[in-house]
């Protein structure tokens, strides 16, 4: 069974650029989660979406936005980007939509770093 | 709001030693899920345990074991006998069940980084 399927793993941007990132969850899974793990702030969480409906957001400026597809694939996009942004980006997915007892399949990441 | 605190940042442990991470969290919902995750060098978290607020049972799992005390707020994480393989940042966190700002989310401790020296 594939697991969580994070793109790119890698990537330089400079600063007032954009990017997307991309996650495939688990065959089944409906429910996708970001977070943003820095040296500094630790896991943070960004957003959550289930049946492409967002259902949680986290304190982020409005340059963090996501998105989910019917096939459950998820994207995030990060515009303006900031010095700060850097960091690795860590895509989960769950199989229930029921909220705290979530078991989260994480991927790999997406290391972004902003010049 | 739900707080998550992981006092040790770093532990060094000779192998085969034993040792306790420490978990303590906050929270006003009386459902809530407290997990452990383990994130080794390759930076994929992995689950290892859930709890829910209502079972306060411990748990053994081989050479884990996770002592989840509710009148402290504690849920503490042992590796007996540690090997070189466990050495990882590990990451205690926190879910809440209510339909909240809190829903839908984990919050994380900082993690303890987890240096077991052979």
């Known amino acids: 069974k594939a697991g969580v399927t994070q793109t790119p793993r890698y990537l330089i941007k400079t600063r007032g650029q954009q990017v997307t990132l991309s996650c495939s969850p688990i065959s089944g899974h409906r429910s996708v989660s970001w977070y943003q793990q820095t040296p500094g702030q630790g896991l943070q969480f960004l957003f959550e979406y289930f049946s492409e409906t967002q259902r949680n957001k986290g304190n982020f400026p409005g340059r963090f936005s996501g998105r989910q597809f019917s096939n459950s694939r998820s994207e995030m996009n990060v515009s303006t980007l900031e010095l700060g942004d850097s960091a690795l980006y860590l895509c989960?997915?769950?199989?229930?939509?029921?909220?705290?007892?979530?078991?989260?399949?994480f991927g790999a990441g997406s290391r972004l770093t902003v010049l | 709001a739900q707080k998550v605190t992981q006092a040790q940042t770093e532990i060094s442990v000779v192998e085969k030693e034993d040792v306790t991470l420490d978990c303590v969290y906050e929270?006003?919902?009386?459902?809530?899920?407290l997990f452990w995750y383990k994130q080794p060098p390759s930076g994929e978290l992995v689950f290892l345990i859930r709890?829910?607020?209502?079972?306060?049972q411990n748990e053994i799992s081989g050479r884990y074991s996770w002592n989840f005390q509710k009148s402290t707020s504690s849920f503490n994480f042992t590796i007996t006998a540690s090997q070189v393989v466990d050495s990882a940042v590990y990451f205690c966190?926190?879910?809440?069940?209510?339909?909240?700002?809190?829903?839908?989310?984990?919050?994380f401790g900082k993690g303890t980084k987890l240096s077991v020296i052979p």
């Open positions: 709890r829910n607020s209502f079972d306060e």
């Open positions: 989960a997915s769950s199989s229930t939509g029921i909220s705290g007892a979530n078991v989260l399949t």
């Open positions: 966190a926190l879910s809440e069940a209510g339909p909240g700002a809190g829903s839908y989310q984990l919050t």
């Open positions: 929270t006003r919902d009386t459902t809530y899920y």
